[in-house]
């Protein structure tokens, strides 16, 4: 079992994917930029973004359907979707449900095991800091530059939401439960603040690993005695 989301998850993944072990990813649902953070915004779906890399990352299909599904078209109003996008939001439209959409999708990959979206419901990522500001999205924290000056009084999802049943059930199966690596605030603890995960992760009888990242990021690797989450 892995917790995470971004490049972060695919690279574990694909990594992982080579041994004879039974694998459930759990994803954020937080991502807001680029061509994921437009879909949401003009047809109003959950985000396909760091999904349709653990997709990708677990697939055992083609060299060529692993390509296209991260083929970003490059000219157009299409300019800047990547295809694996556009076909996870096509199927949550069919289907009516993102949860669902992503299993029709791991059937066309032949994913070796599954991917889980941390909750069924659209959120949005928040963090107040000291300085009163509140930054919104995980796009607007990411590009922040005075994290690390203000300080962080706090850091929640809006609205609060319940973590997708299928990812407590998996938790208290499991036998290890990976989590990371990737941006900590970005992918990481998103999956952590939704409700129930948390307490399914003490509960669980699974080896937990922290898998930390190789380097540090800006307004990420700081300390400060008044930071809270």
Same mark, same amino acid.
């Given at each position: 079992?892995? *917790?995470?989301?971004?490049?972060?998850?695919?690279?574990?993944?694909? &990594?992982?994917?080579?041994?004879?072990?039974? *694998?459930?990813?759990?994803?954020?649902?937080? @991502?807001?930029?680029?061509?994921?953070?437009?879909?949401? @915004?003009?047809?109003?779906?959950?985000? !396909?973004?760091?999904?349709?890399?653990?997709?990708?990352?677990?697939?055992?299909?083609?060299?060529?359907? #692993?390509?296209?599904? =991260?083929?970003?078209?490059?000219?157009?109003?299409?300019?800047?979707?990547?295809?694996? =996008?556009?076909?996870?939001?096509?199927?949550?439209?069919?289907? &009516?449900?993102?949860?669902?959409?992503?299993?029709?999708?791991?059937?066309?990959?032949?994913? #070796?095991?599954?991917?889980? !979206?941390?909750?069924? @419901? =659209?959120?949005? $990522?928040?963090?107040?800091?000291?300085?009163?500001?509140?930054?919104?999205?995980?796009?607007?924290?990411?590009?922040?530059? *005075?994290?690390?000056?203000? &300080?962080?009084?706090?850091?929640? $999802?809006?609205?609060?939401?319940?973590?997708? !049943?299928?990812?407590?059930? #998996?938790?208290?199966?499991? @036998?290890?439960?990976?989590?990371? !690596?990737?941006?900590?605030?970005?992918?990481?603890?998103?999956?952590?603040?939704?409700?129930?995960?948390s307490s399914a992760i003490v509960k669980s009888k699974a080896i937990v690993i922290y898998n930390c990242n190789l380097v540090n990021k800006k307004n990420e690797c700081f300390h400060r005695k008044d930071t809270r989450f």
């Amino acid at each position: 079992m892995t *917790i995470g989301g971004g490049t972060g998850s695919f690279t574990l993944l694909r &990594g992982l994917k080579k041994y004879p072990v039974d *694998i459930s990813a759990i994803v954020s649902m937080a @991502d807001d930029g680029g061509s994921t953070g437009v879909l949401r @915004d003009e047809l109003g779906v959950l985000p !396909p973004g760091d999904v349709r890399q653990c997709l990708v990352a677990l697939s055992d299909s083609s060299d060529v359907l #692993r390509r296209l599904m =991260n083929y970003r078209f490059a000219a157009g109003k299409l300019k800047g979707h990547s295809f694996g =996008n556009l076909l996870l939001s096509g199927m949550e439209k069919i289907t &009516g449900s993102f949860s669902e959409g992503v299993e029709e999708v791991s059937r066309i990959l032949n994913v #070796r095991g599954e991917v889980i !979206p941390v909750t069924k @419901d =659209n959120i949005s $990522l928040c963090m107040e800091l000291n300085s009163g500001k509140i930054l919104n999205g995980q796009s607007e924290i990411w590009k922040s530059d *005075i994290i690390e000056k203000n &300080g962080i009084k706090k850091f929640y $999802l809006k609205p609060t939401v319940k973590a997708n !049943p299928r990812a407590i059930s #998996r938790l208290k199966e499991a @036998d290890v439960v990976v989590i990371g !690596p990737g941006s900590h605030y970005g992918s990481v603890l998103p999956n952590l603040l939704v409700e129930g995960i948390s307490s399914a992760i003490v509960k669980s009888k699974a080896i937990v690993i922290y898998n930390c990242n190789l380097v540090n990021k800006k307004n990420e690797c700081f300390h400060r005695k008044d930071t809270r989450f």
